[in-house]
């Protein structure tokens, strides 16, 4: 090109140089460009931005929460060039949109690098707070504020902190920070200097800072607490924490054990104090007496407290001698002093087995004092059971008669149908066993034994009966008048003669003469024949009146027999 074309360009070279310059203006759109501060009018700053053009932006743009725009004419700042030229010839600029997109690639990176980022609250929104994250807005969750619920945010706005970003998305522009999980790494940091500081029976200072159903939690240091177990509060039983210690209360606890994985700590007051389990077995002795007071009462028992720290159990089988199946609130009560008896101790396992009935007279040794074996008592019949009868000997007390105790000539089973509950009757005391706690009587023992009236009868002896009853298989007898045995006369033992084996032919109240034909004392079965007797009879005078071959007919010598008896009885 020549100096002259030079000097005076052609119209297709000024184009080239227009559309060249648009170009180079177009590359400044979208992005961050520094510009000068030119002037300030009012609320407004002027902002040179290159290429002969200025922008407007408002001062505010420039403030930060809790600061306010600080900016002079000849300062230079970062703005983001929206367009170069608008309908007025003047760029579209901005100061915010300026430090968002520097402040997104700062925080990318950060977030990628997971480290911590600094931020300000500077705004209550639904469901939480808005922080400024140095040009980029971010949410902070209510539940993120801090490790403990917070009422009063105030203290926390405008005021620059470290977050921890959670959740992150620039093409939708949302940023999720956390203030609470800076604070638990913090804590946990702390904590963990503090704790190795910390040795196992090391005694420290602490404030209760919380307590519950099962402990209390006590600080140690700021930020470091251990567990005090409602347990390890006292040597006595301890219903509640809230019985021995209150919150804010400063006291002195041991460590009891710390955990080198989760770094909890195990706190004790009681292990502050001498054992007193320690030597206890000496102290307490089984067999010996001492009075205690009730601290507990279950089901299955009351706790009694000998002194502080020891405390043994009666078991609800060692409370009373004669009450059964009772709950153990119906003999004592909470706080009642009592007199207890040591049956036990097991001091590797912190155990006393007391007794409250051994402190008391034994009721069953008394009785067996007072009515010995072969007794006759009186009482009323508390109950029938399948087995026997429960008679009343005080209004605690009762006697077993076993159903084989009820009558002589009856079964046990027959017996008891004449009983009822409430009918008096008399007994005989036949054991009292004071360690079992059994009284058994009998009623048929208050009468003789019909065996005894019979003496020394034996088999092949004739006895006189008495006829009792008549039955279709047979008849009832009584040997010897009313005090002897009842046994059964069967059918074909009522005569020699077949025609004469019919039970009608006997009324009650007949006296007949019968030979024992068995007898067994121990099961107390007597065996009684009428046709045993007479075939006896028969056999005895054919031996002293003839013989089968004197000539002399049955009939003979059986008068003649008679005839003897006859003479005899003249």
Known sequence: MSATETMNPTRDAFAEMLEASLVDRADFEETVVKGIVTAIEKDVAVIDVGLKTEGRVALKEFSTPGKPADLKVGDTVDVFVERIENAQGEAVVSREKARREEAWDRL??????SDRVEGVIFNRVKGGFTVDLGGAVAFLPGSQVDIRPVRDAGPLMNIPQPFRILKMDKRRGNIVVSRRSVLEEDRAEHRQEVVRELNEGDERDGVVKNITDYGAFVELAPGVDGLLHVTDMSWSRVNHPSEVLNVNDTMRVKIIKINPETHRISLGIKQLQPDPWQGVAVKYPVGGNFSGKVTNITDYGAFVELEDGIEGLV????????????????????????????LEVDESKRRVSLGLKQCMDNPWQSFAEEHPVGSIIEGEVKNITEFGLFVGLTDEMDGMVHLSDLDWSQSGEDAIKDYQKGQTVQAKVLDVDPEKERISLGIKQVGSDPMEAIGELNRGDDVTCTVTAIETGGIEVQVSGDGGPKAFIRKSDLSKDRGEQRPDRFAVGDKIDARVTGMDRATRRLSLSIKAREVAEEKEAVQQFGSADSGASLGDILGAALKEGGNKDS
């Open 108 to 113: 990318d990176k950060q977030f990628e690098d």
């Open 315 to 342: 078991h609800v089988s060692e409370m009373s001698w004669v009450k059964k199946n009772v709950h153990p609130g119906k003999i004592v009560s909470t706080s009642q002093q009592v007199d207890v008896m040591v």
